[in-house]
């Protein structure tokens, strides 16, 4: 099985940016359709965005011109390069792999991240 491991995740001033990473081990990346994912306290976990194994990409409209999705499979890692982070954007971010067709629900994505806490002060 795949293991994911992220990081990146801290406290930001608003207008700043983060880059969170997530690392798998186990089988390569080449095998999965990518996501990231967040969940802001009493919400449900919300698409942000995704990347497929022929490098497609697609970004929910709240992400889309500020957050850049990329994978490298040299380094096992699929990364999220946040700029621009609005207080709204607070909320633990996690990575999913999706051994099928993954777009932009949950349900379709088999493994899981840890989650980071990405927090954005104002």
């Known amino acids: 099985q795949v293991q994911l491991v992220e990081s990146g995740g801290g406290l930001v001033q608003a207008g700043g940016s983060l880059r969170l990473s997530c690392a798998a081990s186990g089988r390569t990346l080449r095998s999965y359709d990518m996501g990231w994912f967040r969940q802001a306290p009493g919400k449900e976990r919300e698409f942000v965005a995704g990347i497929s194994r022929s490098y497609d990409t697609s970004y929910a409209d709240s992400a889309k011109g500020r957050f850049t999705i990329s994978r490298s499979l040299a380094q096992n890692t699929v990364y999220l390069q946040m700029n621009s982070l609005k207080p709204e954007d607070t909320a633990v971010y996690y990575c999913?792999?999706?051994?099928?067709?993954?777009?932009?629900?949950?349900?379709?994505?088999?493994?899981w991240g840890q989650g980071t806490q990405v927090t954005v002060s104002s």
């Open positions: 999913a792999a999706s051994g099928g067709v993954g777009r932009r629900s949950p349900e379709q994505y088999n493994y």
